[in-house]
């Protein structure tokens, strides 16, 4: 395998667990080994999580960043493009864009940009600084990927991007990990409740203030107190780390309901914990193209999930699940409670859900499409996924 094969680096502020992340993983473990080398570039540092792309041939390098302006990182990140000397830099998030002036500057052939999301200090994408910064990097960044057409019309729209430079492509799911658990009862190891005898409703994310589990916490309350009937068989189970942990268990002790939920901390099973679910809720502040409604949605699960960012490109209301206001605690206790009472409805949801990650969110059309991109950055001819060739126009 000749080592002319074009080098991606792909920049990230930390690789570790996290839907984009997750999604740098997909993309590496199912691109054309023939065609692509890969490097992970992590501006802070590179986790155990690279244990999860499974090519030997990648190579991963943290750059320990210091708190601070970007600008004192820029040597460091010359000094990468120099050392590994990449055919194309593709930098994901606000955090990770002052990567694309040392690469313009080390004459980097391809300069990639993709928003993924918003944080928790832009949740609007009105933070008129985050903005400025943007636009300071524009000139050295060729092209840039939105991950939804909400992440594509700020870039356009807000920063001012021209509609030419910009490249909508949507996350895939790997429809064969994560697919319905069937006519078998599937249970979640190590947890207390189980799928028939009770109703598990479930989340899985990193545990911070951006993904709001406190709302879904909140929620799962209300709904047994509006609903006691429900106390018999509602179960809750919110799998992931971080600050939001320690709060949403308070949330459920103080109502008394702690019994009545499983927090396991950080799972990897996750598309086992999926299929063990009979409700998949996302309660986010902000999102751009979740990674894990699609996993949801590929597991044959209705979803309940608040209608910001691309969600409701991924969701369609009334026919794959429901999509509530964000921060809305009734609102998604009213939700829990309609799915909870119709069990035709999960089922109907939960059908039509998996048709359309079949259809139009699969991973051979996420690979196919940065395919294309990184070809066309290049001038190199795609590849012809339909043949296994490269097509010759």
Same mark, same amino acid.
């Given at each position: $395998?000749?080592?002319?094969? =074009?080098?991606?680096?792909?920049l990230?502020?930390?690789?570790?667990?996290?839907?984009?992340?997750?999604?740098?993983?997909?993309l590496?473990?199912?691109?054309?080994?023939?065609? /692509?080398?890969?490097?992970?570039v992590?501006?802070?540092?590179?986790?155990?999580?690279?244990?999860?792309?499974?090519r030997?041939?990648?190579?991963?390098?943290g750059l320990?960043k210091?708190?601070?302006?970007?600008?004192l990182?820029w040597?460091?990140?010359?000094?990468?493009?120099?050392?590994l000397?990449?055919?194309?830099?593709?930098?994901r998030n606000?955090?990770?864009?002052?990567?694309?002036? =040392?690469? /313009?500057?080390?004459?980097? =052939?391809?300069?990639i940009h993709g928003?993924?999301?918003?944080? $928790?200090?832009?949740?609007?994408g *009105?933070?008129?600084r985050?903005?400025?910064?943007?636009?300071?990097?524009?000139p050295?960044?060729?092209?840039?990927?939105?991950?939804s057409?909400?992440?594509?019309?700020y870039?356009?729209?807000?920063?001012?991007?021209?509609s030419?430079?910009?490249?909508?492509?949507?996350?895939?799911?790997?429809?064969d990990?994560?697919?319905?658990?069937?006519? &078998?009862?599937?249970?979640?190891?190590g947890?207390?409740?189980?799928?028939?005898?009770?109703l598990l409703v479930g989340?899985?994310?990193?545990?911070?203030?951006v993904?709001?589990?406190?709302t879904?916490?909140?929620?799962?309350?209300?709904?047994?107190?509006?609903?006691?009937g429900l106390?018999e068989?509602?179960?809750?189970v919110?799998?992931g780390?971080?600050?939001?942990r320690?709060?949403?268990?308070?949330?459920?002790?103080?109502?008394?309901?702690s019994?009545?939920?499983?927090?396991p901390?950080e799972?990897?099973?996750? &598309?086992? *914990?999926m299929?063990?679910?009979?409700v998949?809720a996302?309660?986010s502040?902000a999102?751009?193209?979740?990674n894990?409604?699609?996993?949801?949605m590929?597991?044959?699960?209705p979803? *309940?999930?608040?209608?910001v960012g691309?969600?409701?490109?991924l969701?369609?209301?009334?026919?794959?699940g429901?999509?509530?206001?964000?921060?809305?605690?009734?609102? $998604?206790?009213?939700?829990?409670?309609?799915?909870?009472q119709d069990?035709?409805?999960?089922?109907?949801?939960?059908q039509?859900?998996?048709q359309?990650?079949?259809?139009?969110?699969?991973?051979?059309?996420?690979?196919?499409?940065y395919?294309?991109?990184y070809?066309?950055?290049?001038?190199? =001819?795609?590849?012809?996924?339909?043949?296994? *060739?490269?097509?010759?126009?």
């Amino acid at each position: $395998m000749s080592e002319r094969r =074009p080098l991606v680096v792909h920049l990230l502020f930390r690789f570790d667990t996290g839907g984009l992340e997750n999604g740098v993983v997909n993309l590496i473990n199912h691109m054309d080994a023939s065609r /692509w080398r890969h490097a992970v570039v992590a501006m802070t540092e590179v986790t155990e999580f690279r244990r999860r792309i499974q090519r030997e041939d990648v190579q991963f390098l943290g750059l320990n960043k210091p708190p601070g302006p970007g600008v004192l990182q820029w040597g460091a990140l010359y000094r990468m493009c120099r050392e590994l000397r990449p055919d194309i830099v593709h930098s994901r998030n606000l955090a990770a864009l002052e990567g694309q002036l =040392p690469a /313009w500057l080390a004459r980097v =052939p391809a300069r990639i940009h993709g928003e993924h999301g918003r944080d $928790m200090d832009d949740v609007d994408g *009105l933070n008129r600084r985050n903005r400025l910064t943007r636009r300071f990097y524009s000139p050295f960044v060729q092209r840039y990927v939105a991950l939804s057409r909400d992440l594509g019309g700020y870039l356009e729209n807000a920063v001012g991007i021209g509609s030419q430079r910009i490249h909508q492509i949507y996350n895939g799911v790997d429809t064969d990990k994560f697919l319905p658990r069937g006519a &078998a009862v599937a249970s979640i190891e190590g947890c207390p409740f189980q799928s028939g005898p009770q109703l598990l409703v479930g989340t899985v994310g990193r545990m911070q203030s951006v993904k709001d589990q406190l709302t879904l916490a909140r929620a799962f309350v209300l709904a047994l107190q509006q609903q006691p009937g429900l106390r018999e068989r509602l179960r809750l189970v919110m799998a992931g780390d971080g600050p939001l942990r320690a709060q949403a268990a308070q949330v459920l002790a103080e109502a008394g309901m702690s019994d009545l939920a499983y927090l396991p901390g950080e799972r990897r099973d996750v &598309a086992e *914990l999926m299929r063990g679910l009979d409700v998949f809720a996302l309660p986010s502040l902000a999102e751009g193209v979740s990674n894990t409604i699609l996993e949801a949605m590929a597991c044959g699960l209705p979803v *309940l999930a608040t209608r910001v960012g691309g969600n409701a490109e991924l969701v369609e209301e009334g026919r794959t699940g429901l999509l509530v206001p964000s921060a809305d605690a009734p609102a $998604m206790a009213a939700g829990l409670i309609r799915l909870a009472q119709d069990a035709a409805l999960r089922a109907d949801f939960g059908q039509a859900g998996r048709q359309r990650v079949e259809q139009r969110f699969s991973l051979r059309a996420m690979v196919a499409a940065y395919d294309a991109l990184y070809s066309q950055a290049l001038g190199r =001819p795609p590849l012809d996924l339909e043949h296994g *060739l490269r097509t010759t126009k």
